[in-house]
């Protein structure tokens, strides 16, 4: 078993709001390391690192919008968001829970800070990632998976090292609540000062790390702070991560989507007709309606 | 950054690269925030914008504020107040970015040269005076006497993304109609369309 070296390690870039309720870094797709199909199937990450949002009487949020092509993946680390869609399913996403929403074939909906959050304010801190979905499954039926914190298996690693969540995928004996379309692995390592834990995947599976808390020692060999991405590269199949003081860290791994990607906005197909066909069907009124 | 004007220029104009190299020489683009106006009411500008990249929308305000959209510019489309740009008067309209928007910058010396000296240009460019001015009829038409339904589906027709682009209010305020009116009609259409997966 060879090690899997780090390519990059990326510090979060400038913050942007989307709607008036997230204020994230965009990790993908950006750049030249991290364009959509570098990290496929995971071909959009925003991260809104810890903030403290002041109370609102409004909860801020994201109106209105739809999706179609792919799976929406919200993790709460702090804070809690409300979501609606059309097909007239409604939720709240609590800290440590997961919301793995597969959009496929179109759906239409809106996030906002949820309203008690909202009226006190506070620490908010949440992870969304856009999961691709493989061609014949892009026009599939829409699906929620509501994944709480309790529900999540749990891996205790040895020596008091920490614990893994495993949200999707395996780590050790434990396996993931989520169904995926294709092989991922989704998991919250949480060590404590000193803990350290190895980690597996196959070599051309497409793997990254997230500090969201703490900071970390990757392989041995370099720190990695928090809120940065680290990047690896496609050369092994063994790291491991070290925590340098308690910490938490999100790791990612997926089998790659190796298929033509064509993106605009909220639509993410295989081809421009198929997206000419989502704004299309959008406008039409076939992804339903959502005040 | 000029290169979606040259290939709209190649595409519609039937110039070739060499005329093209020459005539594009001396146009400079410029690169605006969201937010950002490029064009006041009552400022005279001498420069009709070709979007590279973005989104521009003219708009007027009226006595009690109320802002009237004339016309959204996305990509290869042209913004401009005729008023300013070629007569040089002050203009009735502002221009402003609704995203981040790249613009080629166009005078009216520009046309005229490319012009004189290229025929497809001249030729290409009354044909497009002529497609603005029947647009601008059309448009008229539909203020005047469609139903807030047709209005929606002619504007989809015209600018399939921009549903995506801009707020609610910004369609609305273009079309004339409440945007209370606006949801109404889309609404209906998904109330008509609407395809669940069974």
Known sequence: ?291 | MIEQYKKFLQEKAGLTAAEIETLTATLQSKTFHKGDFLLHAGEVCAYAFFVEKGLLRSFTIDETGKEHIIQFGPENWFVTDRSSAYFHEASDFSIEAVEETTVVLIDAAFISRASAVYPNFMRFNEKALQNHIRQLQKRINLLLSATAEKRYLDFIRLYPDLTLRVPQWMIASYLGITPESLSRVRKELAKNNFKPHS
Not at chain 1, 219 to 225: I, S
């Open chain 1, 1 to 291: 078993m060879k090690t899997r070296s780090i390519e990059v390690i990326v510090p979060p870039p400038a913050p942007h709001y989307v709607g008036d309720g997230f204020r994230v870094h965009n990790f993908i797709p950006s750049g030249y390391h991290l364009d959509m199909h570098r990290m496929t199937p995971f071909i959009m990450m925003d991260y809104n690192s810890k903030f403290v949002f002041p109370p609102s009487a409004q909860p801020k949020g994201v109106g209105v919008h739809p999706h179609r092509g792919f799976e929406t993946v919200t993790l709460a680390y702090k804070g809690k968001v409300a979501h609606h869609d059309s097909a007239g399913n409604s939720g709240v996403i609590g800290e440590g829970d997961v919301q793995w929403m597969t959009a496929a074939s179109g759906i239409l909906h809106k996030e906002y800070h949820e309203e008690a959050f909202s009226k006190t304010g506070g620490e908010f801190q949440m992870v969304q990632l856009w999961v691709n979905l493989p061609a014949k499954d892009k026009l599939s039926k829409p699906k929620y998976q509501g994944l709480t914190h309790e529900g999540i298996g749990k891996f205790e690693l040895p020596d008091n090292a920490g614990v893994i969540e495993v949200i999707a995928g395996q780590y050790q004996e434990v396996k993931g609540v989520a169904s995926t379309f294709s092989p991922v692995h989704l998991q919250n390592a949480k060590l404590n000062k000193g803990g350290k834990a190895a980690f597996n995947f196959p070599s051309h599976y497409n793997t990254a790390l997230l500090v969201i808390e703490g900071s970390v020692n990757v392989n041995g060999t370099e720190a990695a702070e928090t809120d940065h991405f680290v990047l690896f590269e496609n050369d092994g199949e063994a790291f491991t991560i070290e925590a340098l003081e308690t910490s938490v860290v999100l790791v990612l791994s997926g089998e790659p989507i190796n298929e033509p990607i064509a993106a605009q906005g909220p639509f993410v197909m295989n081809t421009r007709q198929e997206i000419v066909q989502a704004i299309d069907d959008y406008n039409q009124g076939e992804f339903g309606y959502l005040d």
